[in-house]
Structures are given as structure tokens and as C-alpha cells.
């Protein structure tokens, strides 16, 4: 687990890109800028790690790209202590990105394989509490809900009435939808019942899948 000046180098540069690219929300900038994405690669594409690219992780998964990490979580707009539910741990990558803004993380995986991996793999990289669940992120976690924000990481086919439920009044949920693209969906809950909804834009995500051993 090395992070070398170069890979630091690297981290700043790729920074500098997502500025040009329009994220503009400096504590984002500086999550992206401190936290090692080549560690939570396969060592045979760390050479990649810092380029704007989404990567395999086995399973047939993807670490997302790097702008679209970064854009999802300036949606999210995030504060300390909030409690804030991720479905797709997949690499751990964007949990990182969240630990590092100081929420109280909990996060869904559906494979297995990757759910082990990085349930070994993220406590030991950052010193932070979270709460790593294997299981259908459809579903959501009641258990633990409200929660003051949601971000799904895998394309959504729809958007899942539970997630919705689960979203704290004044919350909101981050969700792209679609099936061979998804349109990147911001929702914000006024009341009860009322549900506030934006679109921005087509972004590309390997597709959100039932529950699976
Ligand atoms: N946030 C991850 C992105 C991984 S890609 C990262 O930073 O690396 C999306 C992840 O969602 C994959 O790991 C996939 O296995 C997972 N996934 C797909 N369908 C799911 C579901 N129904 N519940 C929970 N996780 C799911």
C-alpha cells in the first residue's frame, strides 16, 4: 500500500482536469486530491489509476470514473456526521471519497467476492467507521433509515420506492436511471409525499442488479 510523489503528482493533476471538466466544490477537489485510487485497483492497471477512465474489478465490475465520482458526490452535497447510504461498495473508492468528507457511512454490496475484498480492504486504508452490508441495495437498509442522502452507484432500471422511503425530509437521493445509459437523477424530499425531481445529463454505469450469492 505505497503512495509515492508521483502518484501524488498524478492525484493533481487528474484534480486540475475535473476543474476543467466543471466540478467546482473544493472539498470534493480535495477528497479526490488525498484519497489513492491506484490502491483500489488491480496492480496491473495502476499505471491507469489516475486517468479520468472507469476500470475493471472483477466480477464484471467497474471502479467509476473518476469525474463521475466526483460529480455524484458534489450533488450529493454532503456534511459531516450525516448518515449517508451507498449502494455499490464495488471497489470502496467512492465510500472512500464520502469517509473522507466525514459521514457516517453505510454501504451495500451484492457480490460476494468484491463485498469480502473490500471489507478487508477499507478499514485498513482509512481509520474511519463504516458499516458494510452485503445484500440488495434495492431494498435498501431499512433498519438504519432515514438517511440524509443516498447515492446509487450502479444504473438504476428504475428508481426504487424503498430508496425513497428511506430518505429523511430535506434528504437527498443521487440515482443515475436508465438501462444502456442513465440519465443522472437528483431527488430531494420536501415533505412526506413530495419529491423534488432534477435531471442532469447521460452518464454511463454497469447496470444495478438483483440480489446475488
Ligand atoms: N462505488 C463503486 C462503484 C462500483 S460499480 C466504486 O467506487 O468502486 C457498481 C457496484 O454496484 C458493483 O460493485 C455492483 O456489484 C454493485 N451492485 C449492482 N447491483 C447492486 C444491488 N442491487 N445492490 C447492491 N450493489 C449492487
Do not use: W
Not at 466544490?25 to 489513492?36: G, H, S, T, W, Y
Not at 461498495?89 to 472512500?96: D, L, R
Not at 457516517?104 to 474511519?128: A, D, M, S, V, W
Request: charged letters at 20%; a neutral charge.
Amino acid at each position: 500500500m505505497i503512495d509515492t510523489l508521483k502518484h501524488q503528482g498524478l492525484r493533481n493533476q487528474l484534480v486540475e482536469l475535473l476543474k476543467k471538466k466543471g466540478i467546482k466544490n473544493e472539498q470534493v477537489l480535495e477528497a479526490i486530491r488525498a484519497i489513492p485510487r491506484h490502491l483500489f485497483m488491480d496492480s496491473s492497471f495502476e499505471d491507469h489509476a489516475y486517468q479520468d477512465k472507469a476500470f475493471p474489478i472483477g466480477e464484471g465490475q467497474t471502479i467509476s470514473q473518476p469525474y463521475t465520482v466526483a460529480f455524484q458526490t458534489e450533488l450529493l452535497q454532503v456534511a459531516p456526521y450525516q448518515k449517508v447510504l451507498e449502494i455499490g461498495t464495488g471497489s470502496g473508492y467512492q465510500a472512500s471519497i464520502l469517509l473522507y468528507l466525514g459521514v457516517q457511512l453505510y454501504t451495500i454490496e451484492r457480490q460476494q467476492k468484491l463485498f469480502k475484498q473490500t471489507q478487508q480492504f477499507l478499514p485498513k486504508l482509512l481509520n474511519r467507521p463504516v458499516q458494510m452490508y452485503f445484500g440488495d441495495g434495492y431494498k435498501g437498509l431499512p433498519q438504519q433509515a432515514p438517511f440524509h442522502r443516498i447515492l446509487v452507484t450502479a444504473g438504476a432500471p428504475y428508481v426504487p420506492t424503498d430508496l425513497l422511503s428511506q430518505l429523511a425530509i430535506g434528504g437527498r437521493m443521487v440515482i443515475p436511471v436508465g438501462n444502456d445509459t442513465q440519465i443522472m437523477t437528483l431527488y430531494e424530499r420536501v415533505s412526506d409525499k413530495e419529491f423534488h425531481k432534477t435531471e442532469y445529463g447521460d452518464f454511463q454505469f454497469v447496470p444495478m442488479l438483483p440480489e446475488r450469492n
